[in-house]
């Protein structure tokens, strides 16, 4: 133990890995694994409340005793002794801790950014190969008589329209000499004039096209010549150490005073690693990357872009802006050719933001004459209605659930998350499936789409009644109570990754109710106010992916019953591919920047008929 100026310091040794932090005296464990850059997972934003960030503490009397909410928590799910919330445990003495399996894998989460194809082509970027020894022979009286000049018209000439320089240090390399000794490639911008200027001969132009997701982030590397994605990356986005929500990150931007700080580098870290790896995979350099495209919900591109995100924190919920922006790769600290341009998506409210725009740019809804309803379910509910004669939007409050947040034995969809699951009503014995059962592991939590056919089965065999509540009179005590709180058990203690139960509680149910709800109430307020009576097609996106199933969706109530629509579609990454068609196609930045001030917003919170709706909406409906 060390004294620093009055404060004491402690050591805390970190296993498996072997790691010894210098540990501040009543610093909290999550607070040390946070200043040290070891991510881990807490959907609450270090409240207590999620009991997502569970670790073993030894010995654990050199940390300040249990809290009321770890106590009531430990009682349900019979931990082991040892067992603390990371985010509420203050070190006092020198502590070993161990961290569970599933953080020191670092959670890897099923990226949303498989994608493959090829897309239309017509970039905003475009490059130049020049030689410097032919500019004296080639200037035949040229004026103004200057190398500079000779570049611009050479560039202009190879691509159709005059070229400008705007980038100071394209300028400054293209005073060196080799410019003037031999080859050079000079990358081009519709938007930003000349953007950079390379020694050499290089004549491959990709991109990377960027989802910014409150969850995760995918990148997608792309080839401006043939159109074709290249290589994709994803990861969870580290700033959920702060909160699984945005609202939670606003909070946190807005108490620290270098929170924003905090916030942006976590996001510009990640995509320069992802980067990286696509980079890798394709076995390009980052000098071939020409633009970046960016999409996200509202706060993220805010933070991405180093706005302060509190005007989105209180009403009326005003985005800082709503148009297109063009910025430099250096200006927002990302490692590329300083000039590349990065094309920020506009957005359509505080809550209605660029990815909901790639959204409708991949379906490209306002092109069809399909009424078209899309949901974009994530730590919020985005939905977009209509078709070529108009379109409407409306964000509701879903919460975190349906990504396995704010469940009990919720989590993401990665390694041991159930993601389907059936019960037989004649024994009411439960089967499921979860990702990387094959390779011998074993279930450790259940994620949204394994949520929705847990909940729908139970409603098929009678488990859940209309209300939301749990049956008392069912037989094997298949239901049961355990620190006043009733749960119906999907994976015994002894069958789990975890040691622990996997169950669904009455609580979770609620949390469910409750996404259920806003989201049906928001499809059914957009249908009354646009008008738009039938919805003739559904498209889904967002949490869920491939794993997602609609017939258990509407019998739980988060679809519309399949009587009052036409024909389903699932589009796992649908933001993502928005993103990469307008990376590729300037044409289709065209189409968004000439529709996002023409879609109408409703504010449900502002609609006079939504609390009765939603209330409406909380019941099951009995299924058939």
Request: proline share 5%.
């Amino acid at each position: 133990m060390k004294q620093n100026s009055g404060i004491k310091r402690y050591r805390m040794t970190l296993l498996p890995m072997g790691i010894v932090l210098q540990a501040d005296g009543d610093r909290t464990i999550m607070e040390v694994l946070t200043a040290a850059g070891i991510a881990m997972r807490s959907d609450c934003g270090s409240k207590g409340k999620c009991g997502k960030c569970l670790v073993s503490a030894d010995p654990a009397a050199n940390l300040s005793p249990l809290i009321d909410a770890e106590i009531r928590l430990f009682e349900k799910r019979e931990v082991p002794p040892g067992t603390r919330l990371a985010c509420q445990a203050r070190i006092q003495g020198d502590i070993t801790v161990t961290l569970p399996a599933w953080d020191r894998e670092g959670d890897p989460v099923l990226p949303k950014s498989d994608a493959a194809g090829n897309f239309t082509v017509s970039p905003a970027v475009n490059r130049t190969i020049v030689d410097g020894n032919r500019w004296q022979e080639s200037f035949s009286g040229y004026q103004p008589g200057d190398f500079y000049g000779w570049i611009r018209h050479e560039a202009g000439s190879a691509c159709g329209s005059p070229a400008f320089f705007e980038e100071t240090e394209a300028l400054r390399r293209l005073s060196l000499p080799a410019a003037r000794k031999g080859q050079s490639t000079i990358v081009g911008h519709d938007v930003r004039g000349i953007t950079a200027v390379l020694e050499g001969a290089h004549s491959r132009s990709a991109g990377l096209a960027v989802d910014i997701g409150t969850t995760s982030i995918a990148v997608y590397l792309c080839d401006f010549h043939t159109g074709e994605i290249l290589a994709t990356a994803g990861m969870l986005n580290p700033q959920q150490r702060f909160g699984d929500d945005v609202m939670s990150r606003i909070a946190f931007a807005s108490r620290e005073p270098d929170g924003l700080a905090q916030l942006n580098t976590l996001i510009i870290q990640s995509i320069n690693t992802l980067l990286g790896i696509c980079l890798e995979k394709a076995g390009i350099d980052k000098k071939n990357i020409d633009e970046m495209t960016v999409v996200g919900n509202p706060t993220m591109q805010q933070i991405f872009a180093g706005f302060h995100p509190h005007n989105l924190g209180a009403s009326p919920f005003t985005p800082f802006y709503r148009s297109a922006i063009n910025f430099r790769a250096a200006d927002i600290g990302l490692d590329l050719n300083p000039g590349t341009n990065v094309y920020l998506f506009p957005v359509v409210s505080g809550f209605i933001g660029g990815d909901i725009l790639a959204d409708v740019l991949s379906d490209r809804t306002y092109a069809r004459d399909e009424i078209t309803l899309i949901m974009d379910i994530g730590t919020n509910g985005e939905l977009i209605l209509g078709n070529s004669s108009g379109l409407w939007a409306t964000s509701c409050a879903t919460g975190p659930a349906l990504e396995g947040a704010h469940i009990s034995c919720g989590m993401r969809a990665s390694a041991g998350a159930i993601y389907s699951a059936g019960i037989d009503p004649s024994n009411l014995c439960v089967t499921c499936r979860f990702f990387g059962e094959n390779d011998g592991n074993f279930a450790r939590g259940i994620c949204g789409s394994g949520l929705i056919d847990i909940v729908a089965a139970m409603l098929k065999a009678g488990i859940i009644l209309p209300g939301g509540s749990l049956r008392s009179d069912l037989p094997g005590g298949i239901v049961s109570g355990s620190g006043g709180t009733r749960r119906m058990v999907i994976i015994p203690a002894g069958k789990s990754a975890t040691g622990l139960e996997i169950s669904i509680t009455a609580n979770d149910i609620r949390q469910f109710q409750l996404a259920k709800a806003a989201l049906a109430a928001g499809i059914e307020l957009l249908k009354r106010r646009s008008g738009f009576a039938k919805i003739e097609r559904v498209v889904l996106t967002g949490a869920f992916g491939t794993s997602f199933n609609p017939v258990s969706a509407s019998i739980a109530g988060l679809l519309p019953e399949k009587s009052t629509f036409g024909r389903m579609e699932v589009i796992p990454n649908a933001a993502g591919l928005g993103a990469v068609r307008a990376l590729l196609n300037k044409n289709r930045r065209q189409e968004i920047e000439s529709l996002y001030h023409k879609i109408k917003f409703l504010e449900l919170a502002a609609d006079p008929d939504f609390s009765t709706t939603f209330v409406d909406m909380i019941p099951f409906s009995q299924p058939n």
